[in-house]
């Protein structure tokens, strides 16, 4: 008789552990059926990328003065720089600049370098094609502004997480012009202290 009430006993204990672990994960389910969904329904919805992105490089033929300074920063020389000299006016004359974005690892360092800031990196990161040398882009197709995803009437911009304002968790429920929390980059170098060379510089 002992033995069978011990039984029975362990059973009930087992049966109310079951049901409180089944309410802990339905409070969960619960919790979440009064939320809005944070998956982004790309294409429809993009995330704007953020301020130090680094996308297909933009170029501006006109401002290029054919120094290669590019193709040596390039980890993997990759830049093509096509130009000839022109006696009469006694320089180099561009005629055609290419990046294989195939290839191409997004450093930046080019970007970086170029003497006449006549590269520049855009958002742009829908680079697929169905053929790989499609991606090797010429002076014409590198001159092409895309569209900003904040610009663009086809898309919703979504903010990501660490663009949102303080407690709010989904871009999907952030006020179209409520500040970011935290500080933005030139906010934090405004901020930060001087180096020393400023600081002996600011001494002369
Ligand atoms: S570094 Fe700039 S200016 Fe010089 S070749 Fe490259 S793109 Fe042209
Ligand atoms: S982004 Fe980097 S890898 Fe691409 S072309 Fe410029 S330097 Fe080369």
Redesign the pocket.
Known sequence: MLKFLKQVGGYAKETLQSARYIGQGLSVTFDHMSRRPVTVQYPYEKLIPSERFRGRIH?EFD?????????RVCPINL?V?DWEFNKALKKKQ?KH?SIDFGVCIFCAN?VE????N??SVTEEYELSTFDRHELNYDNVAMGRLPYKVTEDPMVTPIREFAYLPEKVLSGHDAPANAARAGQRPEEIVAAAPPKQEEKETEAQ
């Open positions: 170029f401002k290029c003065i054919s120094c290669e300074v590019c193709v830049p720089v561009l600049y080019c370098y170029c003497p006449t006549c590269l």
